[in-house]
């Protein structure tokens, strides 16, 4: 299995606290997702990165800042967390992006319920 | 952009075979990927097709596609109940910098 660890993996927070979720790699893969899973919504693509300091949106990027200062790490952050955050999370990583076939693989995800 | 669709459920008696389907709107989508989820674990690539071809085989996977429909679909064959399990189709092109698009997800759930 890839090295992909996500932390934590369950919170629960309250509407209007700021969350960070953490994603953590070993792989040395250039390219870094963030992604939520919802019911009836399938995976959603949130936030990614092409390299350090390197980041672009996804489809559903409001609400959500991201940061990488380190290849390995990829933070997710919800400024202000919302009822509508409440998701599970996932973090994906791949050698490859931008120039053909592309395989994500992924971490175990992270439960977040905001109350 | 980029529009994928399958159907939200299946279910199937053990040692039948599975087809889950799948469409897709943007006829330059260049890569066609199978993934599995399992419960409470993150997703899986089970297979992949370029679009210069119409079928791949990989053991009880088969992939068809249908460039002219934009159609893909995932054959399971002596499906087993170990393959219970949520199926995303993602379509990837150029225009989206090669980053998969996915659909709903099939529950496939398997009979005894």
């Known amino acids: 299995d890839a090295g992909i660890t996500q932390s934590p993996r369950h919170k629960v927070t309250e509407t209007g606290t700021p969350v960070t979720l953490r994603c953590h790699q070993t792989?040395?893969?250039?390219?870094m997702y963030w992604y939520r899973q919802d019911p009836g919504h399938g995976l959603r693509l949130i936030h990614y990165?092409?390299?350090?300091?390197?980041?672009d949106k996804g489809e559903v990027s409001d609400g959500y800042s991201v940061s990488r200062s380190k290849t390995e790490d990829f933070l997710l952050t919800l400024e202000s967390a919302t009822s509508s955050q409440t998701s599970v999370y996932f973090c994906?990583?791949?050698?490859?992006?931008?120039?053909?076939?592309?395989?994500?693989?992924f971490g175990p995800g992270t439960r977040l319920t905001v109350l | 952009g980029e529009d994928v669709e399958q159907s939200l459920f299946l279910s199937v008696r053990e040692g039948d075979s599975s087809v889950i389907n799948c469409t897709y709107t943007?006829?330059?989508?260049?890569?066609l990927y199978w993934y599995k989820q399992e419960p409470g674990a993150g997703l899986q690539l089970l297979t992949y097709?370029?679009?210069?071809?119409d079928m791949k085989q990989d053991q009880r996977l088969t992939v068809l596609l249908n460039k002219k429909d934009k159609h893909l679909s995932l054959r399971i064959a002596d499906t087993q109940t170990g393959d219970s399990a949520i199926y995303f189709c993602?379509?990837?092109?150029?225009?989206?910098?090669?980053?998969?698009?996915f659909g709903r997800g099939t529950s496939l759930i398997v009979h005894p």
């Open positions: 994906a990583i791949s050698e490859k992006g931008g120039s053909g076939h592309n395989e994500q693989f």
């Open positions: 792989e040395n893969h250039r390219y």
């Open positions: 990165s092409y390299g350090v300091k390197d980041t």
């Open positions: 943007d006829s330059s989508s260049t890569y």
């Open positions: 097709i370029f679009s210069n071809m």
């Open positions: 993602a379509a990837a092109a150029s225009g989206g910098s090669y980053i998969p698009t």
